[in-house]
């Protein structure tokens, strides 16, 4: 029997014709979802087997290989490179990433003419955000700068799923410090950026995770208030402390009172106390004041002066 194989160009359009279908399937079945790509979100899913490339990559391929070992031993300088222990590279041949993840640390091969290779920088960066002009909750507008801890922890997904990880990443801390702190208000912003930072560390490290950066951490540096809004609260505190101390001088001198009155009661209750007391305050001047000169009544009289004249 004669097989009937079919041509590929039948194949092809065979096998795009299922995909509609497919793809039209799920469209009418109620409560299943189409289909959608994604981005790159691991390292197997940006490889893609080396067929792929066709025809025409396998020949440049080849071509490559042989270039490689006609030019021996010259073409081992371009071939071998080399990236530090804290870097990896990413290798692309023909404009697809080369299977096996990123390279590193150490030496690495690359074809020449058909593969080509970007270098990440796996240590931890140092972002500091630029102050940003913010309207807190209860209409004050402040200045914000902050420090933004982090590093790349996917060098394959940085490179394949955003176009400049770092820049994009400053861009997003600006806007998500715009954003948390429009929901504070004053107080909690000066009181409480401890609970801010970990807020924008935990926003930042959710969008960022996609683009293969981890957010370490976030610290706010300086909040700014305005000139007139320093003054009024310079003021309201140094008010509040001349109360604070008007509340103290009063409640001394009334514990004061109080401690006399009783003195005196006592005092008028034993004479014997008066006396002693007088005695008191005379050795008091003479030893202080050698120069005045007091002359003593008898106490008789004093307690005659001090009991009220009888009717």
Not at 103 to 116: H, K, N, W
Request: net charge negative; hydrophobic share 40%; proline share 5%.
């Amino acid at each position: 029997m004669l097989e009937v194989t079919e041509p590929p160009n039948f194949r092809r359009a065979s096998l795009i014709s299922e995909i509609y279908s497919e793809t039209h399937t799920f469209e009418n079945v109620p409560g299943r979802k189409k289909p959608q790509f994604s981005a790159i979100t691991s390292v197997s899913d940006a490889e893609e087997p080396e067929n792929g490339v066709g025809i025409c990559g396998m020949l440049l391929t080849g071509i490559s290989w042989i270039l490689v070992i006609v030019t021996l031993p010259f073409s081992l300088c371009v071939c071998f490179k080399v990236v530090q222990e804290y870097e990896r590279a990413v290798i692309f041949r023909l404009g697809r990433l080369l299977s096996g993840g990123s390279r590193g640390p150490g030496i690495f091969f690359v074809l020449p003419c058909i593969e080509s290779y970007q270098k990440v920088d796996l240590r931890t960066i140092t972002l500091s955000v630029p102050p940003q002009e913010v309207l807190t909750k209860d209409s004050v507008t402040v200045s914000v700068d902050a420090v933004v801890y982090y590093r790349v922890s996917n060098a394959t997904v940085s490179v394949a799923n955003v176009e400049n990880a770092h820049h994009s990443t400053r861009l997003l801390a600006q806007t998500t410090l715009r954003n948390i702190l429009g929901t504070k208000n004053l107080h909690e912003i000066l009181s409480d950026r401890e609970s801010i930072s970990g807020s924008m560390q935990a926003a930042l490290d959710d969008a960022t995770e996609p683009w293969g950066i981890k957010v370490e951490r976030v610290e706010i540096k300086d909040v700014r208030l305005p000139v007139q809004l320093q003054r009024a609260m310079a003021a309201e505190a140094e008010a509040a402390r001349e109360a604070r101390a008007k509340v103290i001088a009063a409640e001394g001198e009334q514990k004061a009172s109080r401690a006399l009155r009783d003195a005196s009661n006592v005092i008028a209750d034993t004479p014997a106390a008066l006396q002693l007391r007088y005695l008191q305050t005379l050795n008091t001047i003479s030893a202080e004041k050698n120069s005045t000169i007091v002359f003593p009544l008898p106490i008789d009289i004093l307690n005659h002066i001090m009991k009220p004249k009888e009717e």
